[in-house]
């Protein structure tokens, strides 16, 4: 088919429709991201929270606004957003946005078919059923910035009744605006434990029933919340390329959030709150159970000789080895928030035998021929899986071998070195 003819032509048009369409959603998520980032988290959402809202609704309700109810929202949000705007600009940005959703569902009323065709301009019932909590996160967008603060202060305070007496003063009369403040909050709070043991001296017991009836609820759900959404990392992000910073900073955030948590789950197993735990535990060791069974596998790919065709250093495998060492020992500094620890000890284990071997034949020869590039990326390599598998110490042990090495080579090549004979000396 030629370039000019039907066919083509209507595959480009696709093509440049489905462009503009990731275009415009890139620049709806940039909007809301700016607009109520710290209440929002990205699927998978096993347990829905009142102060936690999926990224993809409120992309769904922006896009609804824009293209059905009020054009001019986008022109506004990009002034409020850009160089220009202010604080105020934005808060009356958002205050609109929530008053349109509320004329939206007012309009609806009672009206079933008119109710069906809102759910549908908007993505679904699931969202439909979520539209109160979007508007009110909209609705409270300047009360977003003190939670955040609040949350921020919170890990300054170092005396237990000066934290007591933050916690009392946290506004809990309006459930469904605390739960949004609340989880602005703990996104901010870098010592989950510590909040926890104070709510639960605050509470007088250890149980869900306690905690909800001091009116701590939203803490649990909010911990719960960001636990979940450490989950999209090991699904959208977690290639050989991927940020295994990212993803080791992830697994330690969800550890120490379900380690709070447990402070309640471990004596309530029954609640709503333990059950909720269990399965974001099996959901996050079924993530990364795949990834950490192939650590063992793409290090002796890596540090071996290919078996066909030219020696040469495959730095793709190289990567994805170290990545997985890396995942490996976030795992283990993680493992009782998971359900990898058979696992988990296996490819511990194997992993040291295979690294002491395959590190000793490269070391060896590097000894053999220290001016190989190939043997000397193959020895670096495996040093640095050492070092992260191991200890750093035992990896400067592999260095001096290295080093010994190399000077021997040095000394041996100045040894047998031609002499130059200057003529008439």
């Known amino acids: ?51 936690a809202i999926d ?57 079933a078919d008119l109710d069906r065709r809102l759910s549908i301009q908007m993505g679904g019932e699931t969202v439909r059923g979520r539209l109160g909590q979007i508007r009110n996160a909209f609705r409270y967008y300047q009360l977003l910035s003190k939670a955040v603060a609040f949350g921020r202060a919170v890990n300054a305070i170092r005396d237990e009744s000066s934290l007591k007496l933050a916690l009392k003063s946290f506004p809990l009369n309006e459930p469904g605006v ?7 909050a703990v996104g901010q ?7 926890l043991c104070v709510i639960l001296n605050l509470s007088g017991g250890e149980t869900q029933a306690a905690v909800t009836r001091a009116g701590f609820a939203p803490v649990l759900e909010a911990l719960i919340a960001h636990a979940q959404n450490q989950l999209w990392v090991f699904i959208y992000s977690f290639g050989t390329f991927s940020d295994i910073d ?44 795949p990834r950490l069974t192939t650590v063992d596998a793409h290090i002796r790919q890596a540090l071996r000789k290919p078996r066909a065709g030219p020696d040469r250093v495959d730095t ?17 500094a993680a493992r009782d928030a998971l359900a990898l620890n058979s696992v988990l ?27 190989s590039d190939v043997v000397a990326q193959r020895l670096n390599a495996g040093i640095k899986m050492a070092e992260v598998r191991f200890n750093p110490e035992y990896a400067d042990i592999l260095k001096r071998a290295r080093d010994g090495a190399s000077r021997r080579a040095g000394d041996a090549d100045q040894q047998f070195a031609p002499v130059s004979v200057t003529p008439g000396a």
């Open 246 to 289: 990212m993803a080791c900073r992830a697994l330690e955030r969800y550890h120490r959030l379900v380690r709070a948590v447990s402070n309640i789950t471990e004596d309530d197993k029954n609640c709503e709150w333990a059950k909720k735990i269990a399965g974001l535990t099996r959901r996050m060791s079924e993530l990364i159970e």
């Open 178 to 184: 605390a739960a949004l403040m609340m989880h602005a």
């Open 55 to 111: 990224r993809e609704h409120a992309i769904s309700v922006w896009t609804w606004l824009v293209r059905d109810v009020e054009p001019s929202l986008l022109p506004e949000a990009q002034g409020a957003l850009g160089a220009r705007g202010n604080p105020q600009s934005r808060a009356a940005l958002c205050g609109k946005i929530s008053d349109l959703i509320g004329r939206g569902v007012l309009q609806a009323g009672d009206d």
């Open 345 to 371: 000890n296996n490819v511990w284990n194997e992993t040291a035998n295979v690294l002491e071997v395959l590190v000793s034949r490269n070391l060896e020869a590097f000894r053999q021929d220290p001016q």
């Open 1 to 51: 088919m030629s370039p000019g003819q039907p066919g083509s032509t209507s595959a480009k048009n696709a093509d440049a429709a489905a462009e503009a369409k990731s275009a415009d959603d890139q620049h709806a998520a940039e909007i809301i991201e700016a607009l109520i980032g710290p209440v929002l988290v990205r699927q998978p959402v096993l347990f829905p929270s009142e102060g």
């Open 189 to 195: 709070i870098s010592n989950p434990n510590r909040l």
């Open 316 to 332: 793709d495998l190289l990567l994805e080895a170290l990545n997985g060492l890396y995942l490996m020992v976030a795992v283990r």
